[in-house]
């Protein structure tokens, strides 16, 4: 049985994992691109992408309700209300990406009392500027993306991501270092490539799923009938909660960023890329977290707590050994991946030191990342929210800064908290979703 769970999982993980890693890859080739230029232009990426992620991943999270309301509607039978979900799930993210975006203009003015080194702070807030206007075509192409994992439409939107990696390395290639008549811009050259290639991401995948013959039955044209206010009130009640989970959480990063930038620039280009190689290997987490979403919704919508129970655990334990291996990597691979970003020998050194602390940590993230997605199928929104709270801004943060400031430990006491964090979330969201399943499934 469950050998047969995880099969299912993986087969439903895939496209949503691919996915998510070309939306991390083009972060990848954007820190490559970017260090070529040097590791003052790599350091400024660096705290403006910190920053930047708080307002983003709040959009994320307001997005994210979308894929579970979605996913019981089609496990009940209930086509019609699948494409409600979409059409009032756009106004809401949409309102709510001019309000980010507005929120990312004036975060970008405040770089400057952040204490970061000063030959950063004006091409870190000319970057984040760029990226903030982003925030619409990105709410658009998410709205979109989460209804289409909700109905398990998959491929689409995986192929739409890879193929706009290309359109952004091509931007890049043009923005960054002046090519085809334009003026070298650096940093704001990347940010106008991310600027670019979103917009593709949103405009193509309305169009693949406003034609696709599959798609007809949910109706997902933008055919308003009414501004349904109860079904806004149900996205928000997800939405609202996600946005904080994921906000205590990348905060929680951007407060360690804004610590490693005290140390100087080279601790800070060296974190930017411990950080960066992470983070592929939780977009892995995030898809299989998704995939788990789904899974778990679906079991819901027919009201098979017991099923919603397997679905859940089965992603655990897949993520928990895809998660382990990728640990491995990181260990072996320690001296050889930060070259890949920069030349310069003590950023380098590092970089490598702290990769080992991050592999240590990779199976707690897949955990709390699973965690979430398997509570969020259940709708399961305001214990998490705390529990993020908690493992990170009252446990993890303040344990990085005690070794990192008054133990010594620097950089790498900053990363031991952060490993504490992920630890603490993990553990305490799988106790909750063990408890929470049980009680649903006596009632």
Excluded at 117 to 136: C, H, T
Excluded at 297 to 311: F, H, P, V
Aim: with cysteine.
């Amino acid at each position: 049985m469950l050998k047969t769970e995880i099969k299912k999982t993986m087969v439903l993980s895939l496209p949503i994992v691919v996915g998510q890693l070309g939306q991390m890859m083009m972060s990848v080739v954007d820190n490559i691109m970017v260090g070529k230029v040097g590791a003052g232009a790599l350091a400024a990426a660096s705290i403006a992408n910190a920053m930047f992620t708080l307002v983003m991943v709040v959009g994320f999270g307001l997005t994210m309700a979308v894929t579970p309301l979605t996913a019981i509607a089609c496990g009940s039978g209930n086509d019609r209300e699948c494409g409600i979900v979409l059409r009032q799930g756009i106004i809401v993210n949409l309102f709510s990406g001019i309000l980010l975006c507005g929120i990312t203009v004036f975060f970008s003015y405040c770089i400057q009392y952040l204490d970061q080194p000063i030959e950063i702070v004006g091409p870190a807030s000319l970057y984040m500027k760029v990226l903030g206007f982003s925030m619409l075509p990105l709410m658009l192409f998410q709205s979109y993306r989460q209804f289409a994992e909700g109905v398990s439409f998959l491929k689409p939107a995986m192929i739409i991501m890879l193929l706009a990696n290309i359109v952004n390395i091509l931007a890049n290639w043009i923005f960054i270092y002046g090519h085809l008549g334009v003026t070298p811009l650096g940093l704001t050259g990347a940010g106008i490539a991310t600027f670019s290639s979103r917009m593709f991401m949103a405009a193509t995948l309305m169009i693949v799923i406003g034609k696709s013959p599959k798609m007809k039955r949910f109706d997902p044209t933008l055919n308003y009938r009414k501004i349904d206010f109860s079904m806004i009130k149900r996205l928000l009640a997800i939405g609202i909660p996600a946005g904080f989970q994921y906000f205590f959480e990348v905060s929680a990063f951007a407060a360690s960023s804004v610590m490693v930038g005290w140390m100087g620039t080279d601790a800070l280009a060296a974190h930017q890329i411990a950080l960066n190689l992470a983070s592929i290997s939780f977009m892995v987490a995030m898809g299989i977290s998704s995939a788990a979403t789904i899974r778990v919704s679906n079991a819901i919508g027919r009201k098979d707590i017991q099923g919603a129970r397997i679905a859940g655990f089965s992603a655990t334990l897949l993520c928990a050994g895809f998660m382990a291996l990728a640990g491995l990597v990181f260990i072996l691979f320690r001296s050889f991946l930060p070259t890949l970003y920069i030349s310069e020998k003590e950023v380098i050194d590092i970089s490598s030191a702290l990769l080992v602390i991050v592999a240590f940590f990779q199976v707690s993230d897949g955990t709390q990342a699973v965690g979430l997605g398997i509570l969020r199928g259940m709708t399961d929104m305001k214990i998490p929210t705390l529990i993020t709270l908690a493992a990170y801004w009252l446990i993890g943060l303040p344990s990085g800064y005690f070794l990192a400031f008054k133990l010594n430990m620097g950089i790498y006491g900053v990363w031991y908290g952060l490993l504490i964090s992920l630890t603490a979330s993990g553990l305490l969201m799988m106790l909750r979703f063990n408890a929470k399943s049980k009680k649903d499934g006596n009632q």
